[in-house]
């Protein structure tokens, strides 16, 4: 059976993530299982997601997916290169996924593919440190020292084309046996009003549940329709007394506060009155808001640099059909990693105290019209489309 990986956030899934489903399905047959690494409570860009990852992996599958697995918040919460590489390694452990579909704006497969080479050379860390060292922000850095090395301008200037040199740079890097599948992604991301066949879930999530009708599947909509909403301005509270009481000692572990950005990030915790004033006084040229974003979000659920950098434990397995459970009969044969349903108990205790510990305070973020109880880390059950 053909085994294609996508790793996704689905904040929330919309027609263009259909449309990626059916364009593999069409490229290799029917017959071709998807499975989904998709991010859980928590986002890439320093966010609580809009919906719990339950209802998420419940659309994913009613929408086109086979099998959908958390990928574990410590990764899900990573910059774009450990994002990358963490969904890369766990879709490889599985041992059964034959190509990683993504999607980019370039369309180029062979562009998108030489840029990641250029990107694991020596040559290229060392062009970057000299740009990094001139001033220039990592993103105008990383740009510059590839049109020097190159000639040319490579595409690594929008979001899904970052993503996919990062999910290529990760093949590489890993010596995976997955093959590179990239999609032309359509569409403007920064649309105000969304594009009805390609919109962004950025511009989604702009709009309120109900005015989502022509973006998502009529599939999703039966999900999202009336499940609890979540954002981080409904628990802003709770995040600045989490960092109103942190010591020097626990502001130093954080990850992302090297070179003395912790110090900086500290100080504007004591001074800030809400979390964007605090990314305001703490973000440079340098830091990007969304690295400052991540910040806050570890600070609060308490996740230190030495916690994010441990090797994926396990792989939870939150929603599946019928093909997805021919997938998880061949994965106790070929995954390096234990697969554990949601809900049950790992063997790895340390790091089940913490998906408990930041599926509670997700609650946390749920609109005030949709309170949210506690303990549903233990609580959750595998959703399982039979038909």
Sequence with gaps: MKTVGIICEYNPLHNGHQKQMRLVRQKFGQGTAIVCMMSGNYVQRGEPA?????????????CGADLV??????????????FAAGGVAALDALGCVDDLCFGCECGDDNRIM????VLLTEEYRQVLRERLQGGNSFAAARQAALEQLTGNAMPVATP????????CKALLASDSAMQPLPL???????????????????????????????????????????APTFALRYGERAVLARLRTMTDDAFAALPFGNEGLWRKFSRACRSGGSVEEIIALTKSKRYARSR?????LCAYLGISEETMRKPIPYLRVLAMNRRGVEILHRCKKTSSL?????????????????????????????????PCECQNEKKARIFYQKT
């Design 160 to 167: 899904n084309d970052i993503l996919a040199v990062e999910y």
């Design 338 to 370: 234990q697969l554990v349903n949601a809900g049950a108990t790992p063997p790895d205790l340390e790091y089940f105290r913490l998906e408990c510990r930041c599926a509670d305070l997700f609650t946390l973020f749920s609109a005030s019209d949709s």
């Design 69 to 82: 697995l958390e990928l574990p918040v410590t990764k899900a919460l990573s910059s774009a290169e450990g």
């Design 184 to 226: 032309l992604r359509a569409g403007d991301y920064h649309a105000e009003t969304p594009d009805a066949e390609n919109p962004s879930a950025t511009s989604l999530r702009k709009l309120r549940v109900q005015d989502w009708s022509e973006y998502v599947p009529e599939a999703a909509r039966t999900v999202y329709w009336g």
């Design 50 to 62: 809009v919906m719990d990852k339950m209802t998420r992996a419940k659309a994913a599958v009613l």
């Design 114 to 117: 030489s840029t990641a080479k």
């Design 292 to 296: 400052i974003a991540r910040m806050v």
